[in-house]
């Protein structure tokens, strides 16, 4: 079954995990995109809320997760961490970061 969603790329973070509460308490379902393989926190067990463990630079894995689910929205709050990820690499973390973003509207993810 397909269900229609939002996805949400760092939505563990602190900022991703008020968004994503915000969106639930306005009725939305989300898919949470981790890279790291994790279940659903205590605090959302129970809610519209799915688990899909994918690295954002992975254009196929998410392409799999839209496959499987009906997104409607992207919430991309994912980053490096410590950002940015060292003084001499500011300009190439940033893009690194922002193309796959950039790039998901053309793939229908």
């Known amino acids: 079954m397909v269900t229609v969603m939002i996805l949400v790329t760092g939505g563990l973070g602190f900022i991703g995990s008020h968004t994503v509460r915000a969106l639930l308490d306005l009725g939305e379902s989300a898919v949470l995109v981790q890279r790291r393989a994790v279940g659903v926190p205590a605090d959302l067990v129970g809610e519209q809320v799915v688990m ?9 894995a998410l392409r799999d997760i839209g496959a499987r689910h009906k997104i409607t929205g992207i919430v991309h709050l994912a980053g490096s961490v410590p950002w940015p990820p060292g003084p001499d690499e500011p300009i190439a973390g940033a893009r690194t970061a922002c193309s796959t973003s950039c790039r998901s509207p053309r793939t229908g993810v």
């Open 52 to 60: 899909e463990q994918a690295d954002i630079t992975d254009l196929e």
